[in-house]
């Protein structure tokens, strides 16, 4: 399965996460300037055939993908899966499910954490796959992989810590055996986004196959080689023929996948648009609802209030808006400033964007690299244009040119002050580098109107102020509030760490990942009443 030779760092570089930016990385530094060369010359370019039931399939339209940082550089040939390689993954998933549902939680839970060092193993090789797939930076594509590989141990922990969800009930009659199951609903289709390819397919795979489900894999069409690495690594790990299979293509097989009726439920990560489809159509359009666990997108605000510390609140609020280039669901696209503090906190912000380096994010210096694509960089410029006519002064909001520039989609992070109140781009995802900014006096009124948007992803505040604290816990609707932290205004959960659930239009269900309550999701309910011989 694996034709790649793993390429280990020194045991002694210390982790990277989303938090702890003030680590001394330069030996991560050292270490990857020695092997992103070798990485690339050993990845790029291959043929990467889908996964299924346990062998390699070409059945579909062959098409190249290439890296956003440079288009004339091919990530490989991907196949983007027929409409019969769909139903011969799903036939096969089917026929697998029995039997991995009966190997037992713990095995299940075994055959994760083997996966989990598989990606330790490979950390530094998958993390450069998934920087010239997305155009990360390092420190991103490597905190990715972390989070990644805690994700995975974190499940199979909460599997093994509530054994399997199989307790014993309290009983009516001393013959009778009551007994509460969480089971398996059979088999489920993964859809992943871009932007997180690993982490992000990992948490929703990994958590449907400890629950006892088979998964039906479609990564997004740019990502099948970071796709093709974590296959590798769940195949390695022992995951039998046909329980887990890779297929990758566009809308057109992720569309056949939902609307297979093999499909007992669907995980997506995506756009607000497709998830709210694929609720109405698969889970609420056919004979009985089905589940859908779907994350789809925020409009996240920040609140930098008349006490903030300001050097503070621009440096988290630019690691948030600008980080992977605001290609991420939490990014904060919008930030409410205090007229007091209005001036002062401008002039540190747009300081702080323009200091950002943009270019190859191979290069250890690099913060902000390409956008995804040519459609990315045609909203932008739609964007920039929007703000503009609207009479908003406009910072950065330059796209790129000459040299590497003219080989990918290159901009400037770019910050919208003035706009109309009531201006669409205030209320919009647009996963990009740009960011509007709206004043207030009254805090209650501010997170009012910063309420007033169809998602509920994540929240900020820079505060120095208890009660403005307490209200700003008490009455931002999202799912994960963020206060005063310089790593990132709105972005940066952990697993077991922070969970991320998404309110209102951000997600479908009421619990989130990376916490206690998303694998039993992937799970229904059944109560066992045995009545017993007498002894």
Known sequence: MSDERPVAGPASLPRVTYSNIGEDFSGVHAHLDAVIAEVKDGLLGQDRPNLVAGRDSRDGSAYVAASPIDRGLPLGTFFAASPEAVDAAVRAARKAQPAWARMGWEARVAIARKAADHVEARKFEIAIACLIEVGKSRMEALGEVEETIDLIRFYATEMEANRGWDRPLER????EETRDRLRPFGVFGVIAPFNFPVALSAGMAVSALLAGNTVVFKPSPMAGLTGRLLAG???????????????????????????????????????????????????????????????????????????????????????????????????????????????????????????????????????????????????????????????????????????????????????????????????????????????????????????????????????????????????????????????????????????????????????????????????????????????
């Open 233 to 535: 690594c769940l195949i390695e790990a022992g995951v039998p023929e046909g329980v887990f299979s890779l297929l990758c293509g566009g809308a057109e097989t992720g569309a056949a996948i939902v609307a297979h009726p093999g499909i007992d439920g669907i995980a997506f990560t995506g756009s607000h648009q497709v998830g709210m489809a694929i609720l109405r159509g698969f889970g609420a359009g056919g004979v009985h609802a089905r589940p859908v666990l779907a994350e789809m997108g925020g409009k996240n605000p920040t609140y930098v209030t008349a006490s903030a510390d300001l050097e503070t609140a621009a440096a988290g609020m630019v690691r948030s808006a600008f980080g992977l280039q605001g290609q991420k669901c939490s990014a904060g696209s919008v930030v409410f400033v205090h007229e007091a503090v209005r001036a002062p906190f401008l002039e540190r912000l747009e300081a702080a964007a323009g200091a950002l380096v943009i270019g190859d994010p191979c290069e250890r210096h690099v913060f902000i690299g390409p956008l995804i694509s040519e459609a990315a960089r045609q909203r932008f410029e739609q964007s920039v244009a929007g703000a503009r006519a609207a009479g908003a002064r406009v910072a950065g909001g330059a796209l790129l040119s000459g040299g590497l520039f003219d080989r990918g989609a290159y901009c400037q992070p770019t910050i919208a002050i003035g706009l109309p109140d009531d201006h669409a781009l205030h209320r919009e995802e647009l996963f990009l580098p740009f960011l509007t900014v709206r004043s207030f006096t009254e805090l209650d009124d501010a997170i009012s109107r910063g309420n007033a948007v169809r998602y509920g992803l994540t929240a900020g505040i820079y505060t120095a102020d208890a009660a403005d604290l307490d209200l700003f816990l008490d009455t931002a609707e999202a799912g994960v509030l963020y206060a005063n932290r310089a790593s990132g205004a709105t972005t940066g959960a952990w697993p077991g760490t922070q969970t991320f659930c998404g309110w209102k239009g951000s997600g479908t269900g009421s619990k989130g990942g990376l916490g206690t309550w998303y694998l039993p999701q992937f799970m229904r309910e059944q109560s066992h009443t045995i009545m017993r011989e007498r002894p």
């Open 172 to 175: 009516a009659n001393p013959r």
